[in-house]
């Protein structure tokens, strides 16, 4: 049976869009009456109507739930791999790297650590596998690792370490970027430590740093805990030495060149 809307009341369409509001249906409420006179137009039954405004509706809360995930992320800036210069960046394994934003490591509670000098791109790859892990409806969170262990210690000094804990539990891809840059207190190193081994086969981390394993005793202050940290973060990793000429010097340098060397009028 097609579509009829002249049949339809004023008083039926005043009704009709109550309720899509009161069942919180945003779009179907903007969109229902341009695809009823479509569907009377091209003589579409009801079923037809009612499927189309369903998928619009669905597609509409699948692009605000994805938004809002990224949002809630905190990424610094957005990043994909499509901006990624994987040809100077030695050891970013692009089929690799594109295979992990399939999102199995995350399903697996694995985890990756990207290691490498500054400006070899480990913070592009990481948001990039972060906004990958969003489109899967995982849910991310990015810090630093300085402001990470700031706000650690910010809770703990309010009394209200245990409910942040419980906020990072509920995340699936938690990304710690830049440690290894900033020096922590002995307190701020052991909550890290308890982050991260509260994580171990449970969820994943995904952490950058400018330094080698060899030298996280610096960051933990001490090789025992250091030790103890590497065995589970590494257990189940994905491990890239990223190493080349870094990116933003590279870019400096062209931008140079072309002042020095304008265009020709």
């Avoid at 004023?10 to 919180?24: E, F, I, S, V, Y």
């Avoid at 990015?142 to 370490?161: D, I, K, R």
């Avoid at 804990?165 to 430590?193: N, P, T, W």
């Avoid at 969820?203 to 610096?218: D, G, I, K, M, R």
Wanted: hydrophobic share 40%; glycine share 4%; charged share 25%.
């Amino acid at each position: 049976m097609p579509v009829k809307t002249a049949a339809s009341s004023p008083r039926d369409h005043a009704l009709l869009k109550t309720n899509l509001k009161q069942l919180r249906l945003p779009t179907m409420l903007a969109e229902f009456e341009k695809l009823a006179r479509e569907a009377a137009e091209t003589n579409q039954d009801y079923l037809e109507f009612l499927l189309r405004l369903t998928e619009l509706e669905l597609t509409s809360r699948s692009a605000n739930a994805l938004e809002n995930r990224i949002k809630q992320a905190h990424f610094p800036m957005k990043k994909d791999f499509d901006s990624f210069d994987f040809s100077v960046s030695l050891g970013a394994n692009k089929q690799k790297l594109l295979e992990l934003a399939r999102g199995h490591w995350i399903d697996e509670r694995s985890n990756c650590c990207l290691i490498g000098a500054s400006g070899t791109g480990k913070t592009h790859v990481a948001i990039s596998l972060g906004l990958a892990a969003c489109r899967l409806g995982k849910r991310v969170r990015f810090f630093t690792a300085a402001h990470l262990v700031s706000q650690l210690e910010a809770c703990q000094q309010q009394h209200q370490l245990e409910r942040f804990l419980k906020q990072l539990d509920r995340i699936d891809l938690l990304i710690c970027d830049e440690l290894g840059y900033l020096s922590f207190s002995r307190v701020g190193a052991e909550l890290l430590f308890q982050v991260f081994a509260d994580r171990y086969e449970r969820a994943s981390v995904l952490v950058t740093s400018n330094l080698p394993f060899s030298e996280w005793q610096q960051i933990f202050q001490g090789d025992r805990m250091t030790s103890a940290l590497l065995d589970r973060l590494t257990h189940h990793c994905e491990i890239f030495e990223m190493n080349g000429e870094s990116y933003r010097f590279r870019e400096s340098m062209k931008e140079k060149k072309k002042e020095r060397n304008p265009p020709a009028a």
